[in-house]
C-alpha cells in the first residue's frame, strides 16, 4: 500500500509541475528539470509524452539553474540568459504543449 501512495504522491507531483509550468507559475526550463526527474518515479520513463522534454532538458542542461547561478559571474550570466531567453522563445510552445499532454495523461 505505502508504494501505491508514493507513486500516487510522485504522480500528482508531475501533474503539478506541469501545471504550474502551463499557468506561468514554475520556469519551464526548472519546470523541465523536475519534470525528467519525476519521470522515473512514476514508473513511466519511456512514455512518449516526455520526448519533447527530454529533448528541451538535454539541449538546455548547461544552462545555470537555482543555487548554481551564485557561483556564476555576472558577465556569464547575462549571457547564459540572454541565450537561454532566446532558446525558450523558439521553444516555449512546444513544452507547454508537452505539459498539457503530461498533464492528460498522468491526471
Known sequence: MQHIDNLELKRREL????????????????????????????RDPDNEVFLPIRAVDSETDHFPLGAIRASCSPEYLMRADDEMQTYLNDMSKDILQACSKIVEAFS
Do not use: H, Y
Open 15 to 42: 501533474v503539478n509541475t506541469a501545471q504550474l509550468m502551463l499557468t506561468g507559475e514554475m520556469n519551464l526550463l526548472e519546470g523541465t528539470r523536475r519534470i525528467c526527474g519525476l519521470r522515473f518515479s512514476v
